[in-house]
């Protein structure tokens, strides 16, 4: 038990790098959306407006998620779990990876009392799987592994592992924070794509691709030259936001 208990939360497992996926040809319609942040009630809400507007159009669509589930916001396990569930066998879910859950994982590896993700959410995260962090800390670390395996199930750390960093189609490109500028997209680190701001956020244009992404929260969904950004801060403003692509039609936003 005690070799299980530390290949999750003990030593770090070996990890093959994250994935840059692709696609050749577009779906009919793809919902991007933006930071969820444990805010389950509005992921909800948001599934339900996006499979209503869904509902009539023929072939497959995608929800691509662009990270950060965890964290903030009152029911990051909720979320994880909603994750995991089916949709209409129309409607696929991709989920990217976002720095924050980078930083729970760190967490469960090497679950420290100065870890810094319990100053970015972290602490909201651990008591919607039951865990009061201040009593987590007061233990000793096998103790620590321990409670936090018993509490987080295996299946939301096996998802947070293997969330690839980008999707490419034609045209346009899905990633949490950004693309460091003259960089391809399949050469990015992850350390780029889940944390870039400022020199992505001010980069010129890059002719015939637009950048879809998060990290980077506003009152209102941000539209660009070379970039589209739906993260609205939910966990702050109550408001999630979806960017709706088609090959036909101009970008639409679905709010909650």
């Known amino acids: ?18 994935q840059h996926l692709s696609a050749p040809t577009l779906p009919s319609a793809i919902y991007a959306i933006g930071d969820v942040h444990g805010c389950l009630a509005l992921l909800h809400l948001l599934h339900k407006r996006i499979l209503a507007d869904c509902a009539d159009i023929p072939g497959e669509k995608w929800l691509v998620y662009l990270g950060d589930y965890v964290d903030r916001g009152p029911n990051s396990a909720g979320v994880l779990d909603e994750l995991l569930s089916p949709l209409p066998s129309d409607v696929r879910k991709i989920t990217l990876a976002g720095n924050h859950e980078i930083m729970m994982l760190e967490f469960l590896d090497n679950p420290a009392p100065k870890s810094r993700w319990l100053q970015f959410g972290g602490t909201e995260t651990l008591a919607s799987y039951g865990i009061d962090a201040n009593a987590l800390m007061a233990r000793s670390k096998k103790d620590r592994q321990s409670l936090l395996a018993s509490h987080i199930p295996t299946e939301h750390v096996e998802l947070m592992r293997t969330l690839p960093l980008t999707l490419s189609v034609p045209g346009t490109v899905f990633v949490h924070a950004g693309l460091r500028p003259g960089v391809p997209v399949h050469q990015q680190s992850e350390d780029d794509a889940l944390w870039i701001r400022e020199q992505f956020l001010t980069a010129p244009a890059v002719e015939g691709r637009t950048v879809v992404h998060g990290h980077t929260p506003g009152a209102d969904p941000v539209v660009e030259p070379g970039r589209i950004c739906v993260d609205t801060g939910a966990f702050a403003t109550g408001v999630l936001t979806a960017a709706k ?11 909650t």
């Open 1 to 18: 038990m005690h070799g299980f208990l530390q290949s999750i939360f003990g030593t770090k497992p070996h990890c093959p790098p994250r």
């Open 245 to 255: 692509l088609t090959p036909t039609e101009p970008i639409r936003f679905i709010r």
